[in-house]
């Protein structure tokens, strides 16, 4: 299976901060790369997919870039209901997730 | 709109068996594929199988090949999960998303949207 890597673990950010999480594939994916936010006691909600590509109803503050192993979400400005867990998910192949980015309030 | 609803919590011995279910809305069952994933207590989430909604074809992932069973019942578009010989280290939630049946390109594969989760307890 492919391993997909995340970084980092966690990060502390405040309200307005730009921030960056990178996942990091095993091997190359092409753009079958989807990003997620996870909240407690919810499920995931697809917010990037094809690597790049803004899911309906997301906010245009998401962006994610990248192809082959390495990839990016950014978020341009923080805003209080982003604090969360994000997960990348590789559909290249048996689809495997990283180990999740736990935004916090700083 | 399209919504994935899944069954209730459910406390288990182990060595027993657990089947979840799973019942789609708002789009054609037989036009996608449903997946299962789940997420234990600190852990990432891991991929476990799909059925496809129209043919009933199933794949599973290797570390659950001997022990799920993934179906589906089109006239209730619902999908099932069963997993057997329940250990502690099977304490999750699980989770059924909606995934692509028809594939072109990394466009169609996504996982959306996702039923809300049923936690399932392995406990003596």
């Known amino acids: 299976d492919i391993q997909m890597t995340q970084s980092p673990s966690s990060l502390s950010a405040s309200v307005g901060d730009r921030v960056t999480i990178t996942c990091r594939a095993s091997?190359?994916?092409?753009?079958?790369l989807n990003w997620y936010q996870e909240k407690p006691g919810k499920a995931p909600r697809l917010l990037i997919y094809?690597?790049?590509t803004l899911q309906g109803g997301v906010p245009s503050r998401f962006s994610g870039s990248g192809s082959g192993t390495d990839f990016t979400l950014t978020i341009s400005s923080l805003q209080p209901e982003d604090f969360a867990t994000y997960y990348c998910?590789?559909?290249?192949?048996?689809?495997?997730f990283g180990q999740g980015t736990k935004l916090e309030i700083k | 709109q399209v919504q994935l609803v899944q069954s209730g919590a459910e406390v288990k011995k182990p060595g027993a068996s657990v089947k979840v279910s799973c019942k789609a809305s708002?789009?054609?069952?037989?036009?996608?594929?449903i997946h299962w994933v789940r997420q234990a207590p600190g852990q990432r989430l891991e991929w476990m199988g799909w059925v496809n909604g129209g043919s009933g074809m199933t794949k599973y992932s290797q570390r659950f090949q001997d022990r799920v069973t993934i179906n589906r019942d089109t006239s209730a578009s619902t999908a099932y999960m069963e997993l057997s010989t329940l250990r502690s280290e099977d304490t999750a939630v699980y989770y059924c998303?909606?995934?692509?049946?028809?594939?072109?390109?990394?466009?169609?594969?996504?996982?959306?949207?996702w039923g809300q989760g049923t936690l399932v307890t392995v406990s003596s």
């Open positions: 998303t909606r995934g692509w049946s028809i594939d072109y390109g990394p466009g169609s594969r996504r996982f959306d949207p």
């Open positions: 094809a690597a790049s």
């Open positions: 091997q190359s994916l092409s753009t079958y």
């Open positions: 998910l590789q559909t290249f192949s048996t689809p495997t």
């Open positions: 708002g789009y054609s069952f037989t036009d996608y594929a």
